[in-house]
């Protein structure tokens, strides 16, 4: 039962506000002892005529509900006070019997397409396109745990003018076997040398384009370079991909949208939308909003031109409910584009889509340069990530099984949940040793949490002791907090879809690791008397959410380490 959920519906059935309102206005009073949760009585004088403290006094006189053991005005307030061992017994009851889908709700259903990583090929996958890969999975986990059925898709960069200048590269400083040994690394390379040599050497951007336009006609060796220069880029790509543990439901990059630009363009002819501006093809968007460009004034059309022809097939495709773009926020005036050129074209599922857009990560402050954030840099990371974890696992608990497959959870896991803690618009610092240490607000923290429940467990098996859900009778502070937050679980997770936002589950999970350490430090669970088979339920009830919410944010939780 959601206890604060119920103290508004009550509250809601003696006054004429909208539930939304009620639940809003809840507070939790300064003094614990006072009560569980507050309901301000100021808004209601309109409505009841009196001052805020006869309301409250009349509202409390009123209302009765067994989930509460008293309800009494305060001053302006109406005070809730949870039964506590109610609360404690069903939340109890409720994750043991739901397992890992304790949880579950049904929020909504339908094709959820999240547009996410999308890394451009031949060039080094950013910290960006890290915190994209990252923040999308966890919200695809998120809505498929409230109904959804998220389509994880990889819209990668694979097609584009730069292609011209790096065949053109390639042919002319290249190495078939440096590629095939390090592609990104050496594509990159070529692509830096074009540029550089280009200030010199103008000339050079006119192979490239005509090396694009071979490209774009067909010829034979341009496309048979383009094909290998993706498949390599790829397979690294679905190296780091592997590592972090993210898996896609299409590869559908730009070079898929090749041959489905013009429909768009004549679509846009037919529907009068297309304006002559200096000699561009755009559309208006009002007073306050610069034109959409859809064709260069040589004829080419540009990235907004594509991403129209990818939100048209994806609609007929997935007929999706709605459609999010995990993608950094300084593409966000592209995204309002987008919507506001499919709104004028007629779709109204353009308010369906969402840009979801996050901040940077820093090291000491400052931007991270993408030169050097290059695809061996984040392999390295996580390599790094995970031989830290390694030496604290050897320092801790020398003699356990399988310290390689540990270390590589809480390593990457350390790396994934620091991304997912921050709200997604802030920017971070990345401070490797920080991430990666077992106390603190860090993702080892909270795995080192589960394992310490889970090991309790084993012990308690060892002495055939086990969890128990009959005669539920804890009555301490600590096992009531930490149930408390047990049972908000549900709500957490409604509120991390809504806002697009793991971090509220990362937060959450933190805040539950350190309720649960506390009635670790508290209460002496192994002791043999009538409560351990409730005390062993709490700690699975701790260890089943906490792995779950480790879950949903891309997370694995090893049951020792
Ligand atoms: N490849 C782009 C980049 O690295 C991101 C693509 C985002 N998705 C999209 N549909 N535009 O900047």
Same mark, same amino acid.
């Given at each position: 039962?959601?206890?604060?959920?119920?103290?508004?519906?009550?509250?809601?059935?003696?006054?004429?506000?909208?539930?939304?309102?009620?639940?809003?206005?809840?507070?939790?009073?300064?003094?614990?002892?006072?009560?569980?949760?507050?309901?301000?009585?100021?808004?209601?004088?309109?409505?009841?005529?009196?001052?805020?403290?006869?309301?409250?006094?009349?509202?409390?006189?009123?209302?009765?509900?067994?989930?509460?053991?008293?309800?009494?005005?305060?001053?302006?307030?109406?005070?809730?006070?949870?039964?506590?061992?109610?609360?404690?017994?069903?939340?109890?009851?409720?994750?043991?019997?739901?397992?890992?889908?304790?949880?579950?709700?049904?929020?909504?259903?339908?094709?959820?397409?999240?547009?996410?990583?999308?890394?451009?090929?031949?060039?080094?996958?950013?910290?960006?396109?890290?915190?994209?890969?990252?923040?999308?999975?966890?919200?695809?986990?998120?809505?498929?745990?409230?109904?959804?059925?998220?389509?994880?898709?990889?819209?990668?960069?694979?097609?584009?003018?730069?292609?011209?200048?790096?065949?053109?590269?390639?042919?002319?400083?290249?190495?078939?076997?440096?590629?095939?040994?390090?592609?990104?690394?050496?594509?990159?390379?070529?692509?830096?040398?074009?540029?550089?040599?280009?200030?010199?050497?103008?000339?050079?951007?006119?192979?490239?384009?005509?090396?694009?336009?071979?490209?774009?006609?067909?010829?034979?060796?341009?496309?048979?370079?383009?094909?290998?220069?993706?498949?390599?880029?790829?397979?690294?790509?679905?190296?780091?991909?592997?590592?972090?543990?993210?898996?896609?439901?299409?590869?559908?990059?730009?070079?898929?949208?090749?041959?489905?630009?013009?429909?768009?363009?004549?679509?846009?002819?037919?529907?009068?939308?297309?304006?002559?501006?200096?000699?561009?093809?755009?559309?208006?968007?009002?007073?306050?909003?610069?034109?959409?460009?859809?064709?260069?004034?040589?004829?080419?059309?540009?990235?907004?031109?594509?991403?129209?022809?990818?939100?048209?097939?994806?609609?007929?495709?997935?007929?999706?409910?709605?459609?999010?773009?995990?993608?950094?926020?300084?593409?966000?005036?592209?995204?309002?584009?987008?919507?506001?050129?499919?709104?004028?074209?007629?779709?109204?599922?353009?308010?369906?889509?969402?840009?979801?857009?996050?901040?940077?990560?820093?090291?000491?402050?400052?931007?991270?340069?993408?030169?050097?954030?290059?695809?061996?840099?984040? =392999?390295? $990371?996580?390599? &790094?990530?995970?031989?830290? #974890?390694?030496?604290?696992? /050897?320092? @801790? %608990?020398?003699? *356990?099984? +399988?310290? =390689?497959? $540990?270390?590589? &959870?809480?390593?990457?896991? #350390?790396?994934?949940?620091? /991304?997912? @803690? %921050?709200?997604? *618009?802030? +920017?971070? =610092?990345?401070?490797?040793?920080?991430?990666?240490?077992?106390?603190?607000?860090?993702?080892?923290?909270?795995?080192?949490?589960?394992?310490?429940?889970?090991?309790?467990?084993?012990?308690?098996?060892?002495?055939?002791?086990?969890?128990?859900?009959?005669?539920?009778?804890?009555?301490?502070?600590?096992?009531?907090?930490?149930?408390?937050?047990?049972?908000?679980?549900?709500?957490?997770?409604?509120?991390?879809?809504?806002?697009?936002?793991?971090?509220?589950?990362?937060?959450?999970?933190?805040?539950?690791?350190?309720?649960?350490?506390?009635?670790?430090?508290?209460?002496?669970?192994?002791?043999?008397?009538?409560?351990?088979?409730?005390?062993?339920?709490?700690?699975?009830?701790?260890?089943?959410?906490?792995?779950?919410?480790?879950?949903?944010?891309?997370?694995?939780?090893?049951?020792?380490?």
């Amino acid at each position: 039962m959601d206890f604060k959920q119920k103290a508004a519906d009550l509250i809601v059935a003696q006054t004429n506000l909208p539930a939304d309102q009620v639940f809003g206005l809840i507070e939790r009073p300064k003094n614990a002892k006072m009560g569980d949760y507050a309901f301000p009585c100021f808004v209601l004088a309109k409505q009841f005529k009196k001052n805020p403290a006869a309301i409250a006094g009349e509202i409390a006189e009123s209302i009765s509900d067994e989930a509460f053991a008293k309800i009494v005005a305060v001053g302006p307030y109406v005070n809730f006070t949870i039964d506590h061992n109610l609360l404690i017994a069903q939340t109890l009851q409720a994750v043991l019997k739901q397992g890992q889908h304790y949880g579950d709700q049904e929020l909504g259903k339908g094709n959820v397409p999240i547009d996410m990583s999308s890394p451009n090929i031949a060039k080094p996958m950013s910290m960006g396109h890290l915190r994209s890969t990252v923040i999308g999975n966890s919200i695809a986990k998120i809505f498929e745990k409230v109904g959804y059925t998220p389509v994880k898709i990889n819209y990668l960069g694979d097609y584009g003018t730069q292609f011209g200048k790096l065949i053109t590269a390639y042919k002319k400083w290249g190495n078939e076997a440096d590629v095939k040994r390090d592609p990104i690394h050496y594509l990159f390379q070529y692509y830096v040398k074009f540029h550089q040599e280009a200030e010199d050497h103008p000339e050079l951007e006119d192979e490239g384009r005509a090396w694009f336009k071979k490209l774009e006609d067909g010829d034979q060796e341009a496309v048979e370079l383009w094909q290998w220069f993706r498949e390599v880029s790829l397979k690294e790509f679905k190296r780091i991909y592997q590592e972090l543990g993210v898996e896609f439901d299409s590869y559908n990059g730009e070079a898929f949208y090749n041959d489905k630009m013009d429909a768009v363009v004549e679509e846009l002819k037919d529907k009068n939308l297309l304006v002559e501006s200096r000699g561009a093809q755009v559309v208006e968007l009002g007073q306050d909003e610069n034109p959409a460009m859809i064709l260069k004034s040589d004829g080419t059309s540009i990235y907004l031109t594509r991403d129209l022809a990818a939100a048209e097939w994806r609609m007929k495709e997935y007929n999706f409910v709605k459609m999010l773009y995990v993608v950094g926020n300084e593409q966000t005036e592209h995204f309002k584009q987008l919507k506001a050129v499919l709104k004028k074209m007629g779709y109204d599922w353009s308010d369906d889509i969402y840009h979801v857009p996050f901040g940077l990560i820093t090291q000491n402050g400052k931007k991270l340069s993408t030169r050097k954030g290059n695809v061996v840099f984040l =392999d390295q $990371v996580l390599k &790094d990530a995970v031989k830290l #974890a390694r030496a604290q696992i /050897d320092a @801790k %608990n020398p003699s *356990l099984a +399988n310290k =390689d497959e $540990v270390a590589h &959870d809480v390593g990457v896991g #350390a790396v994934i949940f620091h /991304d997912l @803690k %921050n709200d997604r *618009l802030d +920017n971070f =610092d990345f401070d490797l040793e920080e991430v990666v240490r077992f106390e603190g607000d860090t993702g080892p923290y909270v795995q080192y949490t589960n394992a310490r429940a889970q090991s309790v467990l084993r012990k308690a098996k060892a002495l055939g002791k086990e969890a128990s859900l009959a005669d539920i009778n804890l009555d301490d502070e600590w096992a009531f907090q930490t149930a408390k937050d047990l049972a908000d679980f549900p709500r957490i997770i409604a509120r991390a879809e809504e806002k697009f936002e793991p971090s509220v589950v990362a937060k959450y999970s933190l805040a539950l690791a350190k309720k649960f350490n506390k009635y670790y430090a508290n209460v002496k669970i192994l002791t043999d008397d009538e409560q351990l088979p409730a005390r062993l339920a709490l700690v699975e009830a701790v260890s089943t959410v906490l792995t779950e919410a480790l879950r949903l944010l891309g997370v694995n939780a090893p049951k020792e380490m």
